[in-house]
């Protein structure tokens, strides 16, 4: 992927100069009579590939949405203002803008774009960077890509034309791909999957619709019909106002929690007068936290607690009064309907508090105390100085050496940390030092759990 630099420019001209303009363009692209117009010819080619990054993947080769932006030029438009669309191409200033390229089993493209490395080089080889699609798939897409050296046919502007023609089907976009550039815990309520979708959001989104029990499909990284199916079912049933062409960040925390609080039941298969004091004691337990019994939590069967399952089981329509077949007894249906219940009001109340937390994560964001690039040795700057922050704020850099200037004394304050985090075992490892996305991710839960424990104690105002 190579950095591109666009400059969109608008004049307003008089209708009469704008048609001169137009004829003299006219005059520029026709040859005069007995003139030729140039002919095709060969030229050898190295092609790399760029895509146009989305707010919210998964992950970014550059460790942000912001600096893949920077790095793909903003993947909008072309320099020549077209839309970026499969079968463009950025190439030297030496091809005019809708020269078509043949290249073998590619397709025909068409220069539409310009890039800083994209020149004709010293080995009589020319760069051409070819557009490959949006977002996750287009990252990987140009990941696979790689560096290609080609022979291709150039047909210059004014010359008979081959017809445009590239697939980006036929170009694999393997999701594996991207994993070196996702954090190890990879936040889903910062993904934001929709139908239709193939990334690797789709597939973190999926396994966790599997682990929670709604979906029992392969994993695959599409959103197709089952996969929006499977999360209907799960929004309906934690009685979720949310879309289910899309992954929100409301749904997102209730499936997070949801997988959690996956394992374990509060209550014995029967719970009746004579029950054990620990099956009782769950009972107990499970009642009071739904908001049905108040008595003391002493293993007992008595009154009260007949009382609370009789109240629970009303209000599920398994019992009519006290004197329903079953009424006051805790057996399979009875059992099914608390777990479920209790599981949900631990669901809501884990996903309130993972929601609370992505509050935290944008304001983070909004106060620009948060890091998002990859750092190593050598950079400086606002990154840096937030960097040398937060390791200050842990005792692992000296406050008064903060300088936003990444020396030997930063890399080993980064690599203290990543050895307390067992990010890295060793100072020699691979990475040690170097602030990539395990080492970013570790920082944000630090920085967000410290302020989820003010709010807690001080309320939102003492941020």
Sequence with gaps: MSQKKYRHQKRHSPVPHRILGAFFFVLLLTPPSGVSAPGPYEQNFILTAY??????QCCYVKGSYAADMVLNGQGIA???GTEVYP???????????????VLPGLGTLTVRDRGGAIQELPNGAHRLDVWVGFGEEGLARALAFGVQHIRGTVYPVGSAMPGESLS?????????????????????????????????????????????????????????????????????????AEPADQLTERTAAYLVAAVRKNAGEPLAVFVERGSSRESVLKAQRTLRFLGYYRGRTNGVYDDTLFAAIVAFQKDHLLVVDEASPGAGRIGPLTKTKLTLSWRKRHVARLAERLLALRSIDHL?????DTIDDFIGEGDKGKKVSVLQKLLARR???????????????TRDSVIAYQLEKGIVTASTDKGAGFVGPATIAALKRDMRSEMYRTVRAQGWAAL
């Design 51 to 56: 895509y146009s990054p989305l707010p919210d």
């Design 78 to 80: 072309g320099a020549d």
């Design 87 to 101: 079968g463009m191409i950025a190439a030297p200033p030496s091809y005019a803008f809708g020269t078509r390229v």
């Design 168 to 240: 980006l089907a036929s170009l694999p976009a393997p999701l594996q791909m991207l994993r070196p550039y996702m954090a190890t815990e990879p936040d889903l309520l910062a993904l934001h999957p929709k139908a239709e979708d193939s990334s690797l959001s789709v597939e973190l989104m999926q396994k966790h619709l599997k682990d929670a029990g709604y979906f029992s499909e392969a994993v695959s990284g599409y959103f197709g019909p089952a996969t929006k199916q499977s999360l209907e079912t799960f929004i309906q049933e934690f009685g979720l």
């Design 364 to 368: 983070i964001a909004k106060r620009g």
């Design 395 to 409: 005792g692992l850099f000296p406050g008064d050496r903060i300088s936003g200037l990444y020396g030997p004394v």
